[in-house]
Every structure is written in C-alpha cells, then in structure tokens.
C-alpha cells in the first residue's frame, strides 16, 4: 500500500526556515510527479510546489524565491526547503504523488496524499 509521510513541521519566528520531508513508500517513485501542497484555517488546499520525474520544478508565486524542492531517488524522498518564512506560510503541508505531473500542478484531485504536517511562523 501506497504511504506518504511528512515531517519535519513546527513553530518557527518569521523569517526562519524549516524543512520538510515526505518519505514515500508503495510506489515506484521515479514514475510519480510530486507535490507539495497547503491548507491554511478556513482557506481550500492550495499547490505551493511541483516536481516532475524529469526534475521539472514549478513553485507558485507566492513562495519563489523563498522555498525549493527537491527529491531523492535513493531515499524515495521529497523535500521542501522553506527559508524566509512569514506568518502567512502558516498552513497543514501535504505531500502528494501522482503519475501525471499536469494533475500535480492542475488540480487537488491526484493519485496519493500524505497525512500533513503543520507549520505555524509567529510574528
């Protein structure tokens, strides 16, 4: 069976980094696009993150040049580097795998999602 799980969140001050890891299990991973998503009180879940099985990143505006992710094949891992944190980064994070990369990217509607991991970034 199909497991993705996070770690790796927590309370940090704005402008700290934390970083994120989604270790995948049941899966041929080097097939599957990965994802990290969000889902903040009250708000829908949101993309923050995609990569493809070629090393195709794509990151939503609101975080480029603050977060990066990359994946190791080796360790069946993604990970998601969050540097410059701000209060509004506060969110459940959630891995998510899917053999289409354009399901990643277009849609929450993918093959795996991991349990979430919660961040809160304090004034």
């Known amino acids: 069976q199909v497991q993705l799980v996070e770690s790796g969140g927590g309370l940090v001050q704005a402008g700290g980094s934390l970083r994120l890891t989604c270790a995948a299990s049941?899966?041929?991973?080097?097939?599957?696009?990965m994802g990290w998503f969000r889902q903040a009180p009250g708000k829908e879940r949101e993309l923050v993150a995609g990569?493809?099985?070629?090393?195709?990143?794509y990151l939503v505006d609101a975080v480029k040049g603050r977060f990066t992710m990359s994946r190791d094949g080796a360790k069946n891992t993604v990970y998601l580097l969050m540097n410059s944190l701000k209060p509004e980064d506060t969110a459940v994070y959630y891995c998510?795998?899917?053999?289409?990369?354009?399901?990643?990217?277009?849609?929450?509607?993918?093959?795996?999602w991991g349990q979430g991991t919660q961040v809160t970034v304090s004034t």
């Open positions: 990569m493809s099985t070629g090393g195709i990143i």
């Open positions: 049941g899966l041929s991973f080097s097939g599957y696009a």
């Open positions: 998510a795998a899917d053999s289409a990369y354009a399901r990643i990217l277009g849609s929450r509607i993918v093959d795996f």
